[in-house]
C-alpha cells in the first residue's frame, strides 16, 4: 500500500511539477490560491524526498522523474545516486543528469554495459543463470538509457555490441539501432511480422510497440485481423499507439473499441487517442460519456483533450483515490 501510495503522489507531483515549472511556460493557468512556482516547489520537495527512499525502484523512480522536470537545481542529489547501490537507479539517474545538460552519468552507463557476465565452461547451475540474466537485464537498461542520451552518436557501440555473447544484448543493440533509424535493422523487425511463425510474429510486433516508429504503422496494423493470435494483436496495437500511426488502422480501431474483449477494447481506445480524426474523436467522446468502464474512460481523456474537448478532472482524480 506504501508502494500505490508513492506512485500516486509522485505522479502528482511530477505532473505539477512539469505544467507549472516557469521552465514550462504558463501552459495551464495553477489554482487562484497557488502560484505556479509555489507548486512547483512543492513537487520537486516531494519528489526529492523519495530519492531516499529504501525502495530502490521508488529511488529510480524519482530520478527519473526530476530527469523529465527539467530544474538544474536537482543535479547536485542525482550525482549521489550514480553511487547507489541499486544499478537500475544509477541508470535512471545518469540519464536524468544528462537531460539536465551534465554528462557525468554516462560513465557510470558504460561501467554497466561493459559488465558482461562470466561464463563457466562446464556449464552453469539455474542460480548461476539466474545471476546471468538479472546482470544482463540490467546491461539492457543501460544500452536503451545510453542510446536515448547519445542518439546518433550511439552507433559505433551499439553496432559492436552486436558482437556481444549473450544473445539479449545483441538484441537489444538491434533494437535501438533500428529506433535510431538504421534502416538494416529496422528491415529485420517488419520482415519478423510477417513470419509464418506466430512466436516471431510475436517478437517482431513486440519489438516494434517499444521502437515506436511511424514507419512500422501499416505492417502493424495488418496483424490485427480475427484470425490473428490474441497475444499479437495486443503487441500490435501497442505499436499503433506509441507510434501515432492509428490512421492507418483507423476502421478496424473504431471497431475492436466495442470488442467484447476487455483488453483488445482498452487497447484499440487507446490508439484511438493518437488519431487526430473526426470520426476517432467522436468515438472517444462516446465512450467517454456512456462507458461504466472507468479504465476505458480514463484512455479516451488523452485523445479528447487533444483534439480540443474537455474532460472532467473528478474522472482522473477518483481513478486515482480508487488505488489508494
Not at 489554482?31 to 529511488?59: C, F, M, N, W
Not at 522536470?69 to 547501490?85: F, Q, T, Y
Not at 557510470?108 to 558482461?116: C, L, N, Q, S
Request: glycine fraction near 10%; aromatic fraction near 4%.
Amino acid at each position: 500500500m506504501d508502494n500505490i501510495r508513492m506512485r500516486r503522489t509522485q505522479a502528482a507531483a511530477l505532473s505539477l511539477f512539469i505544467l507549472f515549472s516557469p521552465r514550462h511556460g504558463a501552459a495551464q493557468e495553477p489554482p487562484a490560491e497557488i502560484s505556479g512556482r509555489e507548486l512547483g516547489r512543492r513537487a520537486l520537495e516531494i519528489t526529492l524526498a523519495y530519492v531516499k527512499d529504501r525502495d530502490p525502484d521508488v529511488r529510480g523512480m524519482a530520478a527519473a522523474v526530476l530527469g523529465q522536470a527539467g530544474n538544474k537545481s536537482a543535479a547536485g542529489i542525482l550525482k549521489k545516486l550514480l553511487a547507489d547501490p541499486d544499478k537500475h537507479a544509477r541508470i535512471n539517474a545518469a540519464e536524468a543528469l544528462w537531460k539536465l545538460g551534465e554528462p557525468s552519468g554516462l560513465k557510470a552507463v558504460y561501467a554497466i554495459i561493459g559488465d558482461e557476465p562470466a561464463r563457466n565452461a562446464e556449464g552453469d547451475s539455474p542460480l548461476a543463470e539466474l545471476r546471468i540474466i538479472s546482470r544482463n537485464k540490467l546491461r539492457e537498461h543501460a544500452i536503451e538509457a545510453f542510446a536515448r542520451m547519445k542518439g546518433d552518436k550511439a552507433g559505433t557501440m551499439l553496432y559492436e555490441l552486436k558482437n556481444d555473447r549473450f544473445g539479449t544484448i545483441r538484441d537489444a543493440a538491434a533494437r535501438e539501432l533500428a529506433r535510431l533509424g538504421y534502416a538494416e535493422e529496422m528491415t529485420q523487425f517488419l520482415e519478423a511480422t510477417g513470419s509464418e511463425d506466430e512466436g516471431i510474429r510475436f517478437q517482431g510486433a513486440s519489438i516494434l510497440a517499444s521502437i515506436c516508429s511511424p514507419a512500422a504503422a501499416e505492417r502493424l496494423a495488418a496483424l490485427l485481423t480475427p484470425n490473428e493470435s490474441m497475444r499479437v494483436r495486443i503487441a500490435a496495437l501497442d505499436g499503433i499507439k506509441c507510434s501515432g500511426g492509428g490512421k492507418a488502422a483507423l476502421k478496424t480501431l473504431l471497431e475492436l473499441a466495442d470488442d467484447p474483449n476487455p483488453t483488445l477494447r482498452f487497447k484499440a481506445v487507446s490508439a484511438l487517442g493518437s488519431v487526430r480524426d473526426g470520426k476517432a474523436f467522436e468515438k472517444l467522446k462516446e465512450i467517454y460519456g456512456a462507458s461504466p468502464d472507468i479504465a476505458l474512460r480514463i484512455a479516451a481523456v488523452k485523445g479528447i483533450a487533444a483534439g480540443g474537448g474537455t474532460v472532467d478532472p473528478s474522472v482522473l482524480t477518483g481513478a486515482l483515490d480508487s488505488a489508494d
